[in-house]
């Protein structure tokens, strides 16, 4: 059965440092890795889908690299900015399109 | 390209009472999700449809949880009855095979 792992539950920073949220997942037969951010009281929106043949997606500020071996995802945010902080989810995708997400990372980006 | 359609946003209903969730997946999208986000944790999922055929359905709680998909398109969730460790939000998301996923707004349940 897949676990998906969040480390930190929560984060504080500055604005201006980067981000770095990890995500980490038992097991590697995955289909692909999908990064999401949840603002409150909100559903769910896409960031970043990593398919298991690549290393690392990019879109804007945001970086999402993937170590199948290793079962882990790292999401970098460059330059945080105040309307960065929401909590952000990962999720495995595995046979099945069974859909596995962690506990999330809440992230509070300071003026 | 229209989104994940769910109704309604929120609902308050007594413990006891029965509930029921609306999904609209994105047209075309064969597989449908239905996850439960308790506060401060991630989503869990309870039911995965492939077109209008259950694919997996291990942790929704069968006594009081069904879930439906007529004719591979909508979705409904029902509660009965509802008990006070139900309230949450329900999210409806929906994909084609082996893609992203799109998740609707949710409904948050309160249940009192």
């Known amino acids: 059965k897949q676990e998906v792992t969040q480390i930190p539950a929560a984060l504080s920073v500055p604005e201006g440092e980067n981000l770095v949220l990890n995500c980490s997942f038992t097991?590697?037969?995955?289909?692909?890795l999908q990064w999401f951010r949840q603002d409150p009281g909100k559903g769910l929106t896409s960031l970043l889908l990593i398919q298991s043949s690549q290393r690392e997606q990019t879109s804007g500020r945001l970086n999402a690299s993937l170590d199948k071996s290793s079962g882990r995802s790292t999401l970098y945010i460059a330059a945080s900015q105040p309307g960065d902080s929401a909590t952000y989810l990962c999720a495995a995708q595995a046979a099945g399109n069974k859909l596995t997400f962690g506990g999330g990372t809440r992230v509070l980006v300071k003026p | 390209e229209a989104g994940v359609a769910q109704s309604p946003r929120y609902k308050i209903i007594e413990k006891r009472q029965s509930v029921a969730f609306w999904c609209n997946p994105i047209s075309g999208h064969a597989t449908l999700y239905w996850y439960q986000q308790i506060l401060g944790q991630g989503p869990k999922l309870l039911i995965q449809f492939q077109n209008n055929g259950v694919v997996d359905d291990s942790q929704l709680p069968k006594d009081r949880f069904s879930a439906e998909r007529l004719k591979g398109v909508d979705s409904t969730l029902k509660i009965q009855p509802a008990k006070l460790e139900d309230s949450a939000v329900y999210l409806c998301?929906?994909?084609?095979?082996?893609?992203?996923?799109?998740f609707g707004q949710g409904t948050r349940l309160t249940v009192v």
């Open positions: 097991d590697s037969a995955i289909y692909n």
């Open positions: 998301a929906s994909s084609l095979v082996v893609t992203e996923a799109f």
